[in-house]
């Protein structure tokens, strides 16, 4: 089995339904209260064999808005005792190794990202088509920021000029899921057996296989598949990310995870590990074991998400 490489496209919603992995749907009104939706999220990472340091950094967050009646006159039953709203973060990021301070830019990446965040007044937390919207605009332009963010670091000391990294971001609101990505580091879903790679690998390789004048087998584009054509900061041209909305379901697994796994871990393995893992942290301990020992030259981190939604409103 492989997992499909072909990013959802950028319509309303994609869906991911088993029976027809390519339809794209419209997205209902009626949404599952996100305060109900069970996330279980774990993460982790290694410096790998062969790197004298690690430049990957991984950052999960959950993001809540609670409102709850202290007193009232109102008679009971008006209204609810309580309202609550709860979204989830998931974003891994890559120092861009042969450049200056890559574990730096990875991490200040995050941190830039959070700070963003943090700063805006009115979060999302439900969504509709003009919300969503309005998310995608922000992913891309916190991603232009982070990116002006280095890059004015880089200016400021020479030291650290054309440093950068990956950088992919996942964002759920109830059933809800929104993925953007600049560089090689990858977002897949699992859905029962079937394994999705929701990200396009912005690489050399990945260009000439999309021109037509190479095939993904070809050993001659290997060494390719390490030249980034995109990332945040760095010395390459301003890039903005893919960004994509997709329909969650129940029991679903998102898995965000550096190339230090996806190089040398098949699609097949990648599957069997999370099918067969009891838990997310148990997910993240195997894959990054079976990279070991499949020999990964590169730093290795992954984050598992794992969904489970009401079965009766």
Known sequence: ????SKP???????SLDEAQPERRTRIK???????????????RSDVGAVRPQNEDHFLAVRAERNLGN????????????????????????????????????????????????????????????????????RLIDRFRQIDTALRERGERDPRLSGMGTTLTVALSFG????????GDSRAYLLRGSELSQLTRDHTLAQAMIEAGVAKETDETINKMRRVLTAAVGSTAPRTDPDVQRLKLHHEDQLLLATD???????????????REAESADEACRALIDKALACGSK????????????PQSM
């Open 1 to 4: 089995m492989t997992a499909s």
């Open 8 to 14: 959802a496209e950028d319509h309303d919603t994609a």
């Open 29 to 43: 009104n009626e949404s599952i209260p996100s305060s109900l939706v069970e996330v279980e999220m774990a993460g």
């Open 70 to 137: 202290v007193l009232s006159s109102l008679p009971v039953g008006v209204l609810p005792s309580s309202y609550s709203e709860t979204a989830y973060g998931m974003c891994v990021a890559d120092g861009i190794g042969g450049m200056p301070a890559g574990g730096l830019a990875s991490m200040l990446a995050l941190r830039k990202l959070i700070d963003l965040v943090v700063r805006t007044p009115d979060w999302i937390m439900r969504m509709s088509p003009r919300k969503a919207a309005i998310v995608k605009r």
């Open 175 to 182: 059933d809800e899921l929104f993925v953007a990505n600049l």
């Open 260 to 274: 230090g796994l996806t190089d040398c871990v098949d699609a097949q393995s990648i599957t069997s590990i999370l």
């Open 298 to 309: 590169d730093n290795i981190t992954v984050l598992v998400a794992r969904y489970r939604f």
